[in-house]
């Protein structure tokens, strides 16, 4: 039987290199923002900031997988933390070192209907394209405050959006129109619904988009997850672990620990992780 040292000098460079890559596992850690990692909506703690910098000494990689825009994240992600991956508009936008490198679209007909629905019943919405956005009753947005913190976006009518990724419309006023409305765009057949029960908002974005699926497809399978909240549910099903950062109660059946919300706690957390994994 051949030794598994002779073995690796009859490989030739290339498929040195594949065997190499295939039996290395790089792992990678994807962190939720709000509610996980920024409980202002505006800034992260120093001490987060300096243990997620550590990562590449252990040989992690990490992921801010988050509902906020790219454009959103500036404020929370300082110096090099804007240079890592951001996976924004859950799973909609990809974006490396500060650039756009995919994104998924909602299809023109399929904003459409949208729009033309939340204008017969004056519905607000707020809707995303990769850097730029389009509002409809501004002040029924509830998260409006945490919306382009640096003034780099510019707001355009929905007609102007060049590529629209997530809608979101609260329903804490119109709850009456929620069956229906969900009714009319699952009829579409193009688009991922989620509706958050504690925001009453609905969040849309383009057929099997979520921030599990684009993880997933861009970055593999081997990741530790933390979160917070309902739309980290796929994201801990496919984690080889997840932590659930506060006490949302239907995170908790996924999650294979419960940390509180306080930042030393999450950093102390996130240290041993990068440690043990």
Known sequence: MIKFNEYLNTLDF?????????????????????GTLCFDGMTMSKRLQKVLLT???????????????????????EG?????????????????????????TIPTKALTTIVDYCNTFNLPYFIDDTFNYAIQNPEQIPFLSNVDPLNKATILPVQE????????????????????????????????????????????NPKGVTKASTVLNHFGKNFV????????IPLFKNAIYGVQVGDFPY?????????????????????LLFEKF
Not at 14 to 31: G, P, R
Not at 55 to 75: E, M, N, Q, V
Not at 256 to 269: L, M, S
């Open 14 to 34: 290339n498929q040195l290199f594949s065997w190499f890559f295939c039996y290395t596992i790089f792992m990678k850690f994807v962190f939720d923002l709000d």
């Open 225 to 232: 997850a933390f979160g917070n909240d309902q739309n980290d």
């Open 55 to 77: 990562a590449p000494k252990y040989g992690h990689d990490i992921i801010f997988a988050t509902a906020r825009s790219y454009r959103d994240c500036l404020s929370i992600l």
């Open 161 to 204: 959006l060049n590529k629209p990724i997530k809608v979101v419309i609260p329903l804490l006023e119109h709850e009456d129109l929620r069956e229906d409305l969900i009714f009319n765009l699952n009829k579409l057949g193009c688009l991922d619904l989620s509706y958050h029960d504690i925001e009453r908002c609905l969040y849309i």
């Open 80 to 104: 090099e933390l804007n240079k890592l991956t951001v996976v924004g508009l859950n799973g909609g936008e990809v974006f490396q070192d500060g650039y756009l490198v995919s994104q998924y």
């Open 251 to 271: 995170l908790k059946d996924f999650a294979d620990e419960i940390i509180p919300a306080v930042n030393t706690v999450i950093a102390e957390k996130i240290k």
